[in-house]
């Protein structure tokens, strides 16, 4: 299984990015896909992530009503819209895959290459 997300780069605070992450994997649509993220000396922590095709979206607080993960199952890709972003969200954000949502905050089973994304002010 690969994954490879896209999308980061520069952005003022406040401003919007989006991310995507492309996967090369069979029954994709019925894979919990979602979005972790790594900021400089810091954890790696869940952000969101969806299952199925819209069945649930899961997100954390902190960017709750910010941020919106969403998949386009005929691309076989998840796309995170990241919006009013803050100088926190900076990070290296990488999108995983897990057959569970539970697996997936746990311990995904496939990750991507992280792709960087810097908020400033």
């Known amino acids: 299984v690969q994954l490879q997300a896209s999308g980061g780069g520069l952005v003022q605070t406040g401003g919007s990015l989006r991310l995507s992450c492309a996967a090369f994997?069979?029954?994709?649509?019925?894979?919990?896909v979602g979005w972790f993220r790594q900021a400089p000396g810091k954890e790696r922590e869940f952000v969101a992530g969806i299952v199925y095709s819209h069945l649930a979206i899961v997100s954390e607080d902190s960017v709750r009503g910010r941020f919106t993960v969403s998949r386009d199952n005929a691309k076989n890709t998840v796309y995170l819209q990241m919006n009013s972003l803050k100088l926190d969200d900076t990070a290296v954000y990488y999108c995983?895959?897990?057959?569970?949502?539970?697996?997936?905050?746990?311990?995904?089973?496939?990750w991507g290459q992280g792709t960087l994304v810097t908020v400033s002010s």
């Open positions: 995983a895959a897990s057959d569970t949502v539970v697996e997936l905050r746990a311990r995904p089973d496939y």
């Open positions: 994997r069979r029954n994709f649509s019925n894979s919990a």
